[in-house]
């Protein structure tokens, strides 16, 4: 028999069902949200013992169990191109070495990867992040939500270090990434973070004057519409704050901070460092709050720290900082970082002048609308890439070294006959890119040139893809096919013959400067000349 119907009146009417529906044989169950973990646990109860009656196989499905201190939780979830796996907290280094060696492994038997290579052979993380969430076992435990000065530490050093922002991150960088910094895209933001620096200085002294603590809410009011990206996505930020204190939902206060710059290393030692280097840094600013200016970088972003001279010194202060506090950490550490981040091309001698080919980072571009079959869309431009050019033992009174026939500007290291200097070129022309116009200047010509007999003394060439227009139509199936790839595209040969004419070569060498990249020549801007040519 069917049962009556009960008619209930609105106000009294429950919101949230249990939904059952049978598919290919088995019974899947759709959990409602529940604000208590008792009533989660209940319901749990009610299917298994329905389960077991019934005897059929049953998938859950639906809403989780609601924020507990009690409850730790371990998900994987399928991404595009990648496993997500969020890991439960730990206690100890001891828990989080055993936790971060377990899982490689496990992916390893999974036959999972965390690096690829490209089809040219370089050697590149999947594009998965490893965000570091820091935090109490509760929310009052959370040292950030205790001491809001320990958040304005970290980033304020990490907007002075931006190595900490660029040697950890993936390919795509800039201002429309997934955790772009703050002080990215938006010349006001950094005047705007000063002012809520001071407003949470100036709140927590007068709470504490009077014997109260801070609100746990006081960070994410002063804070949660300075970190975000530039369309005011709260989560896609450096320092992601809508799981701290957000008056949005439960699931929002949660004393927690999520560090979005890291890229998943290919090795486990080497995610065990990321995290030993946060670990240290938010020891040393628990003990020692950092109250410093905040540095208006400009485009100084962009050049220094993406050319691997730069990130490198930048990165040795954070350890010289963490070794004058007390913590040993070595700087030898991260050398595996600064190889993975920007790998050696190629190095040649010419004339007793030593010349060394990088990779350096170049920020992607997100393109404007276009139309496309499914409606529009924004693409990422990648066609444009860098590299550092590092010469030891030059004169640079006698002595140019010049790319495509133009002068680089080359810049003093600390070392005394040691110079650097970027080089951005594009190396790929797709349909659809900024300035589509400009041509590919691959393969690029390094020449090491004297002034004064104004010959080329010899030099190198790089290519972009293989130099015998080879198409590969497969990614290299191991690192050593890679590397046999990589090495294929420098050449220790290729220099300019015939005498130059070095007043041309300095005239477009002028012509290229900008105030804006002092240190990089962009080979775009010299669309067009052809100077140094044989006389």
């Known amino acids: 028999m069917v049962p009556p119907v009960t008619i209930t009146s609105p106000e009294k009417a429950p919101t949230t069902a249990l939904t059952f529906e049978a598919r290919d044989g088995q019974v899947h169950v759709f959990l409602p949200p529940t604000e208590r973990l008792e009533d989660y646990t209940d319901l749990l109860k009610l299917v298994e013992v329905a389960a077991r009656k019934l005897a059929v196989p049953v998938v859950l499905e639906g809403y989780g169990p609601p924020p507990d201190s009690r409850l730790t939780t371990l998900s994987v979830t399928p991404d595009p191109g990648v496993i997500e796996v969020n890991v439960q907290p730990t206690r100890s280094w001891a828990e989080q070495r055993d936790l971060t060696t377990t899982l490689y492994e496990h992916a390893r038997q999974a036959r999972l990867t965390t690096e690829k290579f490209d089809l040219d052979g370089l050697h590149t993380g999947t594009g998965g992040g490893n965000h570091l969430t820091l935090?109490?076992?509760?929310?009052?435990?959370?040292?950030?939500l205790r001491r809001p000065d320990l958040l304005v530490s970290l980033i304020t050093y990490w907007q002075r270090h931006p190595s900490l922002s660029y040697l950890f991150s993936g390919r795509f960088i800039g201002p429309t990434s997934q955790a772009p910094r703050f002080d990215e895209g938006r010349p006001e933001s950094v005047y705007e973070m000063e002012i809520a620096f001071a407003e949470i200085e100036r709140i927590v002294a007068g709470l504490r004057a009077e014997g109260e603590e801070p609100r746990p809410w006081l960070v994410d009011r002063a804070l949660r519409h300075l970190l975000t990206d530039l369309t005011g996505n709260t989560h896609r930020a450096e320092f992601c704050i809508d799981k701290m204190y957000s008056p949005d939902s439960s699931r929002g206060r949660l004393g927690l901070l999520e560090l979005r710059g890291f890229e998943m290393p290919p090795h486990p030692q080497m995610a065990l460092?990321?995290?030993?280097?946060?670990?240290?840094?938010?020891?040393?600013f628990w003990e020692q709050p950092l109250r410093a200016p905040l540095v208006r970088w400009g485009t100084t972003l962009h050049e220094d720290?993406?050319?691997?001279?730069?990130?490198?010194?930048?990165?040795?202060?954070?350890?010289?900082?963490?070794?004058a506090f007390g913590i040993d950490f070595e700087e030898s550490w991260l050398a595996p970082f600064t190889e993975f981040r920007f790998p050696r091309i190629g190095h040649t001698t010419v004339a007793g002048i030593d010349l060394e080919l990088r990779s350096a980072i170049e920020p992607w571009h997100?393109?404007?609308e276009e139309a496309t079959a499914g409606g529009t869309a924004r693409y990422v431009d990648s066609s444009v890439e860098k590299l550092q050019v590092a010469v030891r033992g030059i004169d640079p009174h006698r002595h140019l070294v010049t790319c495509q026939g133009v002068p680089v500007p080359l810049t003093a290291t600390a070392v005394p006959g040691e110079y650097y200097a970027g080089v951005r070129y594009r190396a790929w022309q797709p349909w659809?890119?900024?300035?589509?116009?400009?041509?590919?200047?691959?393969?690029?010509h390094i020449d090491v040139v004297d002034r004064v007999s104004e010959v080329s003394l010899g030099g190198a060439t790089y290519h972009v893809v293989h130099p015998?227009?080879?198409?590969?139509?497969?990614?290299?199936?191991?690192?050593?096919?890679?590397?046999?790839?990589?090495?294929?595209?420098?050449?220790?040969?290729?220099?300019?013959?015939?005498?130059?004419?070095?007043?041309?070569?300095?005239?477009?060498?002028?012509?290229?400067?900008?105030t804006e990249y002092p240190h990089t020549l962009d080979l775009r801007r010299v669309q067009g000349l052809s100077p140094g040519k044989s006389l």
């Open 468 to 514: 015998g227009g080879r198409s590969y139509d497969t990614p290299p199936i191991n690192a050593n096919e890679a590397e046999a790839r990589r090495s294929t595209r420098f050449e220790a040969r290729g220099h300019t013959s015939g005498r130059l004419d070095v007043g041309a070569m300095l005239e477009a060498g002028r012509r290229a400067a900008s």
């Open 135 to 144: 935090g109490g076992h509760q929310p009052a435990d959370s040292p950030l």
């Open 432 to 444: 659809s890119a900024l300035h589509p116009s400009s041509e590919v200047h691959a393969p690029l």
């Open 273 to 284: 460092v990321q995290a030993l280097l946060v670990r240290s840094l938010v020891a040393m």
């Open 366 to 368: 997100v393109l404007g």
């Open 305 to 323: 720290f993406l050319l691997p001279q730069g990130a490198i010194a930048d990165i040795a202060e954070v350890t010289a900082d963490l070794r």
